[in-house]
């Protein structure tokens, strides 16, 4: 069954560990209004290949963020559902795959590894007084009448799996679920910025069922290489390039995409999805080379206060996906990705 309970902590940060061999995870003690966390990030898989993927984001922009300003400091459970704040590494547009990477955690020297990496940002919060940490995963305890392990803090209380929870594989397949990922998100309201940081296992894939989570083709005995692209070449080169949300003149809103493959594509039974998982049909021929702009006429499909566009093909495979937030909406202007 899915992790449980899922939900974000919203916390301050005022110590850390590294991760070690005896204990491969990245360890965090944070505090909220009048309890002590302790937020355990995986930085070594139990799986082969061993390191994690990971990626970071330095001006992290997404609809998401509106209203986790507003939300109390502590744990909230999240619903698993699309159009909130909950997180779907394949279904929120939260990052562009391609730019995760995979590091190991101990690599000799400076800056190089995962455990440096993560340990960057989060000094940061802890030396900076209007840091927020925002982690996302399943909570554990409060385990009363027992400390903590790694910060002694009493009663043990914690959250874990910050990674990416769906399209596992073996035993762990039992954890899969849509929206339920984790990851960190580090606000600096003072710089009005967010840093987002995404975790995932290689041995995950990234074609998942919408109502299960597991992998989509896999095959236990015979695991299937997975790049985090659809397989068709040609199905990839079509990316979603602009879109205009709020329309002069009483025009529509559209979307326009771009394929950059060396073959025509038959748009017939594609689809443009927004965050509430509505989707337009799509229809046409987009030639090699060539923009296709896409009047969207499903009344107000595009939120001007933040959305996702997720493009799919005849399958319901994602395509490619982007997202915007109410600070990019410009009356008669084109928001690029």
Not at 73 to 102: C, E, W
Not at 176 to 201: C, K, N, T
Not at 251 to 279: F, M, P
Not at 284 to 307: A, K, N
Request: proline residues 6%; negative net charge; charged residues 25%.
């Amino acid at each position: 069954m899915p992790i449980h309970p899922y939900g974000v902590l919203k916390c301050k940060a005022i110590d850390r560990r590294l991760g070690t061999n005896q204990n491969a995870h990245y360890q965090v003690h944070v505090s909220t209004d009048n309890e002590d966390f302790r937020i355990a990030v995986n930085v070594k898989s139990q799986l082969h290949p061993s390191e994690l993927l990971y990626c970071t984001i330095e001006h992290f922009q997404h609809v998401m963020t509106a209203d986790l300003p507003a939300m109390p400091f502590g744990f909230t459970p999240l619903a698993r559902k699309p159009d909130g704040q909950a997180l779907d590494y394949i279904r929120s547009n939260l990052f562009d795959r391609k730019d995760m990477v995979p590091l190991a955690f101990d690599i000799p020297g400076r800056d190089n590894d995962l455990n440096e990496k993560l340990d960057f940002y989060i000094k940061r919060a802890m030396e900076t007084d209007d840091a927020i940490l925002y982690a996302f995963g399943e909570r554990w305890g409060p385990e009363h009448g027992k400390g903590d392990k790694i910060f002694g803090f009493e009663p043990g209380n914690g959250i874990h799996n910050i990674h990416m929870n769906q399209g596992n594989k073996g035993r762990f397949t039992k954890d899969d679920g849509v929206y339920q990922d984790g990851g960190l998100l580090i606000h600096f309201p003072s710089e009005d910025r967010w840093i987002a940081v995404f975790l995932a296992f290689q041995s995950q894939l990234w074609h998942t069922d919408d109502q299960s989570g597991h992998a989509i083709g896999a095959q236990e005995e015979e695991p299937v290489p997975d790049t985090g692209v659809i397989p068709d070449p040609v199905k990839g080169g079509i990316r979603i390039a602009g879109a205009v949300i709020l329309p002069e003149g009483g025009a529509g809103e559209t979307v326009t995409l771009l394929n950059a493959s060396n073959r025509a594509i038959d748009l017939t039974e594609w689809a443009i999805a927004n965050k509430a998982k509505r989707r337009f049909k799509l229809h046409g021929v987009i030639l090699p080379g060539q923009f296709m702009s896409i009047p969207v006429t499903d009344g107000e499909f595009l939120r001007d206060r933040g959305d996702i566009i997720t493009l799919l093909d005849q399958s319901g495979l994602k395509v490619d996906g982007v997202s915007y937030t109410r600070h990019q909406v410009r009356q008669g202007w084109t928001i690029l990705f």
